[in-house]
């Protein structure tokens, strides 16, 4: 069954410090990963997009990896900012489909 | 249009009332997704198509939920009989069949059920 399972579910960490979110899946055949943020009441940003020939990506204090031997991924935010707070959605392709992971729920505090 | 559009932004309802949501998708976009998000919560899957097609719909809650999408464009998300657990933000999703296979967002429907 193509899943895909985020973790943790939710968490809350002090301003400036790092945070690491996972994302396993069971989707195949794999097509391509994409971690979204969603602020509340938005729509999801793409953040990065990850195919199967590629380890890590950066976007700015963002930076995912991708496992593809292990079906896992990562999303590691540097240096964390108060606008960093929402909802970390990991969305992974197959060849006829796409799967949401149900989300990680960050909250910076001050 | 430049991306995916739903409409209404929003509806209000009494309970026991039927609701049509409605999503049309980038033109060209094959696959096009159905799901919601309770407040603060993660996306729950609905349904797909690809073109016409339903391809899974086992995300619907019960029988009261059917999405159809007659041409391959427009899909319509129906809610019948609407109960006050159906409140939520239902949102679409569309992507394209080649290449990287972007994936667009709708701006979501806002749905009350009073």
């Known amino acids: 069954k193509n899943q895909v399972e985020q973790s943790p579910q939710s968490l809350i960490i002090l301003e400036g410090k790092n945070c690491t979110l996972q994302c396993n899946y069971t989707v195949s055949p794999f097509s391509n990963l994409r971690w979204y943020k969603q602020d509340t009441g938005r729509g999801p940003v793409s953040l990065t997009i990850?195919?199967?020939?590629?380890n890590t990506k950066s976007n700015g204090r963002y930076t995912a990896t991708l496992d593809a031997d292990t079906k896992q991924s990562s999303l590691h935010i540097t240096a964390s900012q108060l606008s960093d707070s929402a909802s970390y959605i990991c969305v992974v392709s197959s060849a006829s489909k796409i799967i949401f992971g149900s989300g990680t729920r960050l909250s910076i505090r001050p | 249009g430049a991306g995916v559009s739903q409409s209404p932004r929003y509806k209000v309802t009494k309970r026991g009332q039927d609701v049509a949501l409605r999503c049309d998708p980038i033109s060209g976009h094959v696959s096009l997704y159905w799901y919601r998000q309770a407040l603060g919560q993660g996306p729950e899957f609905l349904t797909y198509f690809n073109y016409e097609a339903q391809q899974d719909k086992s995300g619907l809650p019960n029988d009261r939920f059917s999405a159809e999408r007659p041409e391959g464009s427009i899909s319509t998300l129906t809610i019948q009989r609407t109960e006050q657990r159906d409140s939520a933000m239902y949102r679409c999703a569309s992507s394209s069949r080649t290449g990287d296979r972007r994936v667009a967002f709708g701006s979501g429907t806002r749905l009350t059920v009073v």
């Open positions: 990850m195919t199967f020939s590629e």
